[in-house]
């Protein structure tokens, strides 16, 4: 038996409750307002003689639910079209002020209010304030993505310009995720921006994935690189891997969990020395530029549901010859580490052999 919105705002507001049957970490996120979190029949009191209303997120999966309630004797209902078609009709209009900042994309067909909304209550984490992360972070805020999390520990300094294009000669000594911070709430101050101004660690990496929707991977060293992979994986978190060396780029999407992730190609951290960092092997600002871009056109797609992403797929340029090409990877490895038929990797903190040398990472950072 299904109830649709407009039905239930026809019933009177104490004869019924609504019970969130989404993860933990959705619910935390955002639910109906009062609505329960469900963990289990057992788990919960029922208030006698009131509908209880079942959501998931987009109408179905809470089916099954409401057929076991029915059985056990409750007035069970599922919400037609789930939390997301609540979220739509409960966001608040978008305001005229919204309206012209963002007139460009939201007449697209593919972005429209629904779209812009969207992106107003989509969080996004971008990992490294520097090459890759100054033209994300940049495109990301003046998309209106309303939460925007920014992470470096590292401070500006003036050779890191040719390429940061977020950071300004004035910010010199200061540190980038704040730096990066200011130039976003200039650019547009409908949305907020957090700045993390330490490096992602094993131990702090779960708590503050965790809080984001979709993660850009814009550090520059391998380590962290397969830290964000593992955690992502870990978490279910869907991301957006990139690098970047001279005139070459390279983009890839993971969205959990039937395609490739970073470590299912990459495999191992390399050795150190063996790949040359950015400070050794130089790179053109451009192609950061263009890089760090798709990586927010990722971001932008995957939190509208439209067009393709680059899962399983490495979207590969060389800024010289103009060629670019895409490397597919149709399946996962099976002896993927984090994400084959035996993982290794299962939780961050209990699995020694996997080491993150974090304190260490500066000195082979690759992509700078
Ligand atoms: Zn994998």
Redesign the pocket.
């Known amino acids: 038996m299904e109830l649709t919105l407009q039905q239930i705002s026809d019933m009177p507001d104490d004869s019924y409750i609504y019970v969130d049957v989404r993860s933990e970490i959705a619910y935390q996120h955002g639910h109906i307002a009062n609505a329960v979190y469900w963990n289990g029949i057992d788990n919960i009191t029922f208030p006698e003689n009131k509908r209880i209303i079942v959501y998931c997120t987009y109408g179905e999966n809470s089916i099954p639910l409401v057929g076991k309630l029915k059985k056990r004797g409750f007035g069970a209902y599922n919400l037609s079209g789930g939390y997301r078609e609540w979220l739509i009709h409960n966001s608040e209009e978008l305001s005229d002020e919204e309206v012209n900042r963002y007139n460009r994309q939201i007449i697209l067909p593919q972005v429209g209010s629904d779209g812009q909304r969207k992106l107003n209550n989509a969080k996004v984490l971008i990992i490294g304030a520097g090459g890759l992360g100054s033209p994300a972070a940049l495109y990301l805020a003046g998309a209106g993505i309303g939460t925007i999390g920014i992470m470096d520990a590292d401070t500006v300094s003036i050779s890191n310009l040719q390429r940061q294009i977020i950071h300004n000669t004035e910010n010199a000594d200061q540190n980038k995720a704040e730096s990066a911070k200011l130039a976003l709430q200039k650019l547009n101050n409908k949305i907020t921006v957090k700045a993390y101004s330490y490096f992602l660690t094993a131990e702090n990496a779960e708590e503050i994935i965790s809080k984001y929707d979709f993660i850009i991977d814009a550090a520059d060293n391998f380590e962290t690189k397969f830290l964000i992979?593992d955690v992502c994986?870990l978490l279910k978190k869907p991301f957006c891997h990139a690098g970047i060396m001279r005139f070459e780029g390279q983009v890839m999407t993971y969205v959990p969990e039937e395609y490739?992730?970073?470590?299912?190609?990459f495999e191992e951290i390399p050795e150190r020395g063996t790949i040359p960092n950015c400070s050794q092997a130089g790179i053109i600002g451009a192609v950061a530029g263009i890089i760090g871009s798709i990586q927010a056109l990722e971001a932008i797609k995957y939190i509208l549901g439209i067009g393709e992403l680059l899962i399983g797929k490495m979207f590969i340029i060389d800024g010289l010859s103009m060629k670019t090409r895409i490397a597919e990877f149709a399946v996962?490895?099976k002896n993927?580490?984090?994400?084959?038929e035996t993982p290794l990797i299962k939780t961050l903190s209990k699995t020694p052999s996997i080491q993150y040398e974090l304190r260490e990472s500066k000195k082979m950072s690759l992509y700078s």
């Open positions: 992979n994986v490739p992730c970073y470590r299912c190609i996962k490895n993927c580490k984090v994400c084959g």
